[in-house]
């Protein structure tokens, strides 16, 4: 079992940046692919960034590549999300999650793949 809490969310100018962290309980954070998802209102839940369990490979979707970077502490169970260039197009509920599945050689954008989710930290941007 996994609990992830995300935080770092807040309110920021076009332009500027934030960095989101998602602390995780439980001994399997090392051995688990992580993901971020953002969902804005009157829209479906959408994929961000994911890291491979071991950190060597990522995945981006493409509205965030260049401006966001995803990665992770092994030793202190902790992913993270760089947010730079922010634009009135990102701002959401971004939520950090989990997969199940240890060792994973994949790192999936699908969030079916994902089995474990946080309760969500609020992104806003202003112009």
């Known amino acids: 079992q996994v609990q992830l809490v995300e935080s770092g969310g807040g309110l920021v100018q076009a332009g500027g940046s934030l960095r989101l962290s998602c602390a995780a309980s439980?001994?399997?954070?090392?051995?688990?692919?992580m993901g971020w998802f953002r969902q804005a209102p009157g829209k479906e839940r959408e994929f961000v960034a994911a890291?491979?369990?071991?950190?060597?490979?990522?995945n981006y979707a493409d509205s965030v590549k260049g401006r966001f970077a995803i990665s992770r502490d092994n030793g202190k169970n902790t992913m993270y999300l760089q947010m730079n260039s922010l634009k009135p197009e990102d701002p959401a509920v971004y939520y950090c999650?989990?997969?199940?599945?240890?060792?994973?050689?994949?790192?999936?954008?699908?969030?079916?793949?994902?089995?474990?989710w946080g309760q969500g930290t609020q992104v806003t941007v202003f112009s």
């Open positions: 999650a989990a997969d199940s599945r240890p060792f994973r050689a994949v790192v999936t954008r699908d969030r079916s793949e994902y089995h474990y």
């Open positions: 439980g001994r399997t954070f090392s051995s688990s692919a």
């Open positions: 890291i491979k369990w071991s950190g060597t490979n990522t």
